[in-house]
């Protein structure tokens, strides 16, 4: 993934990576992709100092929802922080963290009732 141009205002981005406040860091990243989703799966991911950010279901590529699905957010450790069934676009799933601590967590995705496919987890930092 490379960094959105951040002095072009008319750049057109192929994925969702983008850097959005211009520090240099991407600040959306596609941190899984499951091609059908049948039961729960948990992705690591690491904030290397206290992050506001959005997590959230969507398409491989956008944010287009292609199914029900819930999302829990979860320590290294396994212990629950906080979940979300319905908040994002339509069905899909949406987490708001407000300078979450620095640390390692886990985004655990399941469909709320039947498979849902092309399903990607999408972290924002703010």
Known sequence: MTAQDCNDTNAASTTRATDADCDGELDTHRIALHAQLQSEVCTSFTLARARTFRLETGEADSLACPGDTILELRSSGGDFI??????????????????QAAGTYQACVRPFDSPVFGVGVWLTLE
């Open 82 to 99: 906080t979940s979300d069934d319905d908040g994002g676009n339509s069905v899909c799933s949406l987490i708001v963290r407000t300078q």
